[in-house]
T-cell receptor, first 112, second 119 residues
Framework: NAGVTQTPKFRILKIGQSMTLQCAQD?????MYWYRQDPGMGLKLIYY???????DKGEVPNGYNVSRSTTEYFPLRLELAAPSQTSVYFC???????????FGQGTRLTVV | AQTVTQSQPEMSVQEAETVTLSCTYD???????LFWYKQPPSRQMILVIR??????QNATENRFSVNFQKAAKSFSLKISDSQLGDAAMYFC????????????????FGQGTILTVHP
């Protein structure tokens, strides 16, 4: 039982490049989230999904896109990477609202 | 907009002493859950305690307890008998459970409080 798996763990991008951060969960959870955490700061919600085919913007969606075609996967797409997107990205999931959220190990992204 | 405010960027406590971390939140919804998560240097997020908004009784988990004041929208965490392993960043969070609300399912975090435990 892997839980929540994020790939890659580390990545360096050049300004203007694009990439997709992968998130996969094997718990059959409906709710999935993408957060970014800047150094010494809290988690800011980028996008979230309450089920396959349903996504919604969080606090800081600009520069990102998501899709949720299946329950298991919730990829986060960065288009035209900028230095302001340097951060640690976390994917999280839970089965029912109000229950414990399970987090991936995070992806440390640096844009240079 | 939903917000969670942790007004203490850093706190410190002596081992075996008690410390309280503050959290206030702002929502117009009536149905929600509140959480405290711990993030040690490993970056792993660990659930410490959770509280259902419709329950007046404060939640407790061993050395961790909360003071939930719904009218004041306050949700503080008390750590008793602090241990060196409690040193971490602590996040307050809440999730809307009102299925009719526009923010249903949204899980919002505060800025975090770094807790240092001195031996």
């Amino acid at each position: 039982n892997a839980g929540v798996t994020q790939t890659p763990k580390f990545r360096i991008l050049k300004i203007g490049q694009s990439m997709t951060l992968q998130c996969a969960q094997d718990m059959n959870h409906n709710y999935m989230y993408w957060y970014r955490q800047d150094p010494g700061m809290g988690l800011k919600l980028i996008y979230y999904s309450v089920g396959a085919g349903i996504t919604d913007k969080g606090e800081v969606p600009n520069g990102y896109n998501v899709s949720r075609s299946t329950t298991e996967y919730f990829p986060l797409r960065l288009e035209l990477a900028a230095p302001s997107q340097t951060s640690v990205y976390f994917c999280a999931t839970f089965g029912r609202v109000g229950t414990e959220a399970f987090f991936g190990q995070g992806t440390r992204l640096t844009v240079v | 907009a939903q917000t969670v405010t942790q007004s203490q960027p850093e706190m410190s406590v002596q081992e075996a002493e008690t410390v309280t971390l503050s959290c206030t939140y702002d929502t117009s919804e009536s149905d929600y859950y509140l959480f405290w998560y711990k993030q040690p240097p490993s970056r792993q997020m660990i659930l410490v305690i959770r509280q259902e908004a419709y329950k007046q009784q404060n939640a407790t988990e061993n050395r961790f307890s909360v003071n939930f004041q719904k009218a004041a929208k306050s949700f503080s965490l008390k750590i008793s008998d602090s241990q060196l392993g409690d040193a971490a960043m602590y996040f307050c969070a809440y999730a809307i459970t009102n299925a009719g609300g526009t923010s249903y399912g949204k899980l919002t975090f505060g800025q975090g409080t770094i807790l240092t435990v001195h031996p």
